[in-house]
């Protein structure tokens, strides 16, 4: 059963995450962060995995702390999720056009955490969201997961479109990693024989 359940308890934020990597991609996502509940479902639903995040956190100071620590626990749990990362693909990839907008994303589930992130906006926010929140985001969730990740927006020019884009990249590119190789389903993707660093 590659599924779990994680709850992180700040002062700052309460957040608590379930997920399910062989689900059909429903999702109950409340972060009190509109946009950002948007983007979540949107990554669930294009990766099939079940997703239901609940957050509370000191929005009345701004986003940032709900922001990153969804992206931690949400991380977190797709980590513990995979286990030992036993039979997964380990790689995935996706080249994500919406309208105007071109961007690919490209990720090793390795338990390797690392982030490369060529994205800019032309507004300083989305919504109520601060556009420089989404890297703060991203950078979370995979140091998190533990997946080495690339994500660049090539071309674009709505805002929104650039950002979904990158989540609906994110997501393709995570199916494809973490589903089951069933030609080597018993084993770990590494000559190393381990993805545990």
Known sequence: MRQAEVERNTKETR????????????????????????????????????????????????????????????????????????????YGDALIPMDETLTRVALDASNRPYLMWKVSFTRPRLGDMDTELFKEWFKAFAQHAGLTLHV??????????????CFKGLAQALRAAVEIDPRRSDEVPSTKGTLDS
């Open 15 to 90: 957040v608590k995450v379930v997920v399910n990597l062989d689900g059909v991609g429903t999702s109950k996502v409340s972060t009190g962060i509109g946009f950002l509940d948007h983007m979540l479902e949107q990554l669930s639903r294009h990766s099939l995995i079940d997703l239901e995040v609940e957050a509370k956190g000191d929005l009345h100071i701004d986003f940032h702390h709900t922001t990153e620590d969804t992206g931690i626990v949400i991380g977190q749990a797709i980590a513990q999720a995979l286990g030992d990362r036993r039979g997964i693909k380990r």
């Open 152 to 165: 660049e927006n090539i071309y674009g020019e709505n805002n929104h479109h650039i950002i979904e884009s």
